[in-house]
């Protein structure tokens, strides 16, 4: 059984940061985050080990710590178009699972 905590999300006025946590459970691996705006398809962010989105490049920054078995993004210069909820990707015994997401509001 994979379990996924995400974390962090909120409302912020723009050019405002936020930090999103996804913490995995056992041997799982988180892949990244990815986003899903009000009436758009899900797309990607961010990847690990560091690939970016074009729309997120230079704002956005992706990392881990092994020991927590947890993923972060450090979300910079936020616009009201990142609004949308994330979520995290994790892939355990070669399937892919998705954290409940979090809901991100950019807005002044």
């Known amino acids: 059984q994979v379990q996924l905590v995400e974390s962090g999300g909120g409302l912020v006025q723009p050019g405002g940061s936020l930090r999103l946590s996804c913490a995995a459970s056992?041997?799982?691996?988180?892949l990244g985050w990815y986003r899903q705006a009000p009436g758009k398809g899900r797309e990607w962010v961010a990847l690990?080990?560091?690939s970016y989105a074009d729309f997120v490049k230079d704002r956005f920054i992706i990392s881990r710590d092994n020991a927590k078995n947890t993923v972060y993004l450090q979300m910079n210069s936020l616009k009201p178009e990142d609004t949308a909820v994330y979520y995290c990707?994790?892939?355990?015994?070669?399937?892919?699972?998705w954290g409940q997401g979090t809901q991100v509001t950019v807005s002044s």
């Open positions: 990707r994790v892939r355990f015994d070669g399937a892919d699972y």
């Open positions: 056992g041997a799982s691996t988180v």
């Open positions: 690990i080990p560091g």
